[in-house]
Protein backbone atom coordinates (compact mmCIF):
# COMPACT_ATOMS: atom_id res chain seq x y z
CA UNK A 1 0.00 0.00 0.00
CA UNK A 2 0.96 3.60 -0.41
CA UNK A 3 2.89 5.93 1.92
CA UNK A 4 1.00 8.54 4.41
CA UNK A 5 1.88 10.92 1.44
CA UNK A 6 1.57 8.76 -1.50
CA UNK A 7 -1.94 8.12 -0.21
CA UNK A 8 -2.99 11.49 0.19
CA UNK A 9 -1.73 12.53 -3.73
CA UNK A 10 -4.01 9.41 -4.69
CA UNK A 11 -7.10 10.58 -3.13
CA UNK A 12 -6.67 13.76 -4.30
CA UNK A 13 -6.44 12.46 -7.75
CA UNK A 14 -9.59 10.77 -7.14
CA UNK A 15 -11.88 14.19 -6.38
CA UNK A 16 -12.64 14.10 -9.97
CA UNK A 17 -13.82 10.63 -10.21
CA UNK A 18 -15.96 11.01 -7.10
CA UNK A 19 -17.44 13.91 -8.65
CA UNK A 20 -18.90 12.06 -11.36
CA UNK A 21 -20.39 9.45 -9.10
CA UNK A 22 -22.01 12.51 -6.83
CA UNK A 23 -23.24 14.34 -10.08
CA UNK A 24 -24.70 10.80 -11.43
CA UNK A 25 -26.32 10.30 -7.80
CA UNK A 26 -27.63 14.15 -7.96
CA UNK A 27 -29.00 13.20 -10.98
CA UNK A 28 -31.23 10.19 -9.59
CA UNK A 29 -32.24 12.58 -6.79
CA UNK A 30 -33.59 14.82 -9.91
CA UNK A 31 -35.20 11.84 -11.53
CA UNK A 32 -36.95 11.47 -8.31
CA UNK A 33 -37.81 15.18 -7.51
CA UNK A 34 -39.27 15.74 -11.06
CA UNK A 35 -41.59 12.69 -10.77
CA UNK A 36 -42.65 14.09 -7.23
CA UNK A 37 -43.43 16.94 -8.56
CA UNK A 38 -44.87 16.57 -11.82
CA UNK A 39 -45.89 12.96 -11.95
CA UNK A 40 -49.57 13.45 -13.21
CA UNK A 41 -48.06 15.87 -16.18
CA UNK A 42 -45.43 13.55 -16.90
CA UNK A 43 -47.01 10.09 -17.27
CA UNK A 44 -48.71 8.89 -20.46
CA UNK A 45 -51.03 5.87 -19.60
CA UNK A 46 -49.46 3.12 -21.89
CA UNK A 47 -52.05 -0.17 -21.90
CA UNK A 48 -51.34 -2.36 -19.24
CA UNK A 49 -50.06 -5.73 -21.20
CA UNK A 50 -47.49 -3.71 -23.13
CA UNK A 51 -46.47 -1.50 -19.81
CA UNK A 52 -45.79 -5.37 -18.15
CA UNK A 53 -43.67 -6.23 -21.39
CA UNK A 54 -41.58 -3.32 -21.47
CA UNK A 55 -41.21 -3.44 -17.53
CA UNK A 56 -40.23 -7.16 -17.65
CA UNK A 57 -37.49 -6.17 -20.25
CA UNK A 58 -36.35 -3.27 -18.19
CA UNK A 59 -35.80 -5.88 -15.69
CA UNK A 60 -33.77 -8.11 -17.53
CA UNK A 61 -31.55 -5.45 -19.30
CA UNK A 62 -31.16 -4.43 -15.44
CA UNK A 63 -30.01 -7.46 -14.05
CA UNK A 64 -28.32 -7.75 -16.41
CA UNK A 65 -26.58 -5.12 -16.80
CA UNK A 66 -25.29 -5.61 -13.26
CA UNK A 67 -22.71 -8.33 -14.21
CA UNK A 68 -22.10 -7.00 -17.35
CA UNK A 69 -20.26 -3.85 -16.12
CA UNK A 70 -18.76 -5.55 -13.47
CA UNK A 71 -17.32 -7.79 -16.51
CA UNK A 72 -16.90 -4.32 -18.41
CA UNK A 73 -15.19 -2.61 -15.15
CA UNK A 74 -12.15 -5.90 -14.50
CA UNK A 75 -11.30 -5.63 -18.06
CA UNK A 76 -11.12 -1.68 -18.43
CA UNK A 77 -8.65 -1.82 -14.91
CA UNK A 78 -6.61 -4.66 -16.15
CA UNK A 79 -5.94 -2.47 -19.90
CA UNK A 80 -5.39 0.25 -17.76
CA UNK A 81 -2.57 -1.45 -16.15
CA UNK A 82 -1.19 -3.29 -19.33
CA UNK A 83 -1.89 -1.64 -22.65
CA UNK A 84 0.88 0.51 -24.08
CA UNK A 85 0.22 4.42 -24.11
CA UNK A 86 1.03 7.75 -23.00
CA UNK A 87 -2.21 8.21 -21.50
CA UNK A 88 -1.76 9.03 -17.39
CA UNK A 89 -2.85 6.46 -14.91
CA UNK A 90 -5.63 9.22 -13.81
CA UNK A 91 -6.98 9.48 -17.18
CA UNK A 92 -7.65 5.88 -17.95
CA UNK A 93 -9.40 5.42 -14.41
CA UNK A 94 -11.24 8.16 -15.19
CA UNK A 95 -12.24 6.45 -17.74
CA UNK A 96 -13.33 3.64 -16.11
CA UNK A 97 -15.18 5.22 -13.82
CA UNK A 98 -17.06 7.12 -16.38
CA UNK A 99 -18.72 4.01 -18.09
CA UNK A 100 -19.17 2.04 -14.87
CA UNK A 101 -21.25 5.00 -13.54
CA UNK A 102 -22.88 5.86 -17.09
CA UNK A 103 -23.78 1.82 -17.50
CA UNK A 104 -25.62 1.79 -14.15
CA UNK A 105 -26.96 4.96 -14.16
CA UNK A 106 -29.35 3.95 -16.93
CA UNK A 107 -31.05 1.52 -14.68
CA UNK A 108 -32.72 4.43 -13.14
CA UNK A 109 -33.24 6.12 -16.38
CA UNK A 110 -35.38 2.74 -16.88
CA UNK A 111 -37.25 3.28 -13.81
CA UNK A 112 -37.91 7.35 -14.84
CA UNK A 113 -39.19 6.00 -18.86
CA UNK A 114 -41.57 3.39 -16.50
CA UNK A 115 -42.88 5.78 -14.26
CA UNK A 116 -43.80 8.26 -17.59
CA UNK A 117 -45.37 5.18 -19.45
CA UNK A 118 -47.73 4.78 -16.19
CA UNK A 119 -46.29 2.53 -13.86
CA UNK A 120 -46.32 3.69 -10.22
CA UNK A 121 -44.44 5.17 -7.59
CA UNK A 122 -42.94 1.58 -6.04
CA UNK A 123 -41.46 0.80 -10.02
CA UNK A 124 -39.40 3.85 -10.00
CA UNK A 125 -37.95 3.25 -6.52
CA UNK A 126 -37.44 -0.19 -7.35
CA UNK A 127 -34.96 0.84 -10.45
CA UNK A 128 -33.86 4.27 -8.54
CA UNK A 129 -32.70 2.09 -5.85
CA UNK A 130 -30.64 -0.69 -7.55
CA UNK A 131 -29.03 2.07 -9.31
CA UNK A 132 -27.88 3.86 -6.10
CA UNK A 133 -26.56 0.35 -5.30
CA UNK A 134 -24.82 0.29 -8.96
CA UNK A 135 -23.38 3.62 -8.17
CA UNK A 136 -22.40 2.16 -4.55
CA UNK A 137 -20.38 -1.06 -5.81
CA UNK A 138 -18.80 0.82 -8.70
CA UNK A 139 -17.74 3.86 -7.02
CA UNK A 140 -14.14 5.21 -7.23
CA UNK A 141 -11.83 2.69 -5.46
CA UNK A 142 -8.27 3.96 -4.36
CA UNK A 143 -7.39 0.25 -4.42
CA UNK A 144 -8.19 0.16 -8.10
CA UNK A 145 -6.22 3.55 -8.71
CA UNK A 146 -3.65 2.48 -6.97
CA UNK A 147 -2.96 -0.76 -8.81
CA UNK A 148 -2.98 1.09 -11.89
CA UNK A 149 -0.14 3.82 -10.92
CA UNK A 150 1.93 0.86 -9.76
CA UNK A 151 1.06 -0.80 -12.71
CA UNK A 152 1.92 1.87 -14.97
CA UNK A 153 5.24 3.23 -13.11
CA UNK A 154 7.03 -0.23 -13.22
CA UNK A 155 6.23 0.43 -17.37
CA UNK A 156 8.10 3.21 -17.58
CA UNK A 157 10.93 2.28 -15.78
CA UNK A 158 14.18 3.09 -17.47
CA UNK A 159 15.77 0.24 -19.58
CA UNK A 160 11.97 -1.56 -19.93
CA UNK A 161 11.25 -2.37 -23.70
CA UNK A 162 7.93 -0.97 -23.36
CA UNK A 163 9.60 2.91 -23.62
Known amino acids: MPSRLESEHLKSDLILPWTIAGIMLIILGVYLTVCHVMGNQLQQQLPENQRVLV ?25 NQTMPGNDSAKKRYLVTIMVSMSLIES ?8 FILGDDFNTLYIFIGMSVLGLFLYRPKLEEYYEIVEARSKQNLPGNKNN
Not at 55 to 79: D, K, V
Not at 108 to 114: P, Q
Open 55 to 79: RTIFYACAIALFPMTNLIRHIQLRL
Open 107 to 114: VGIMGFVM
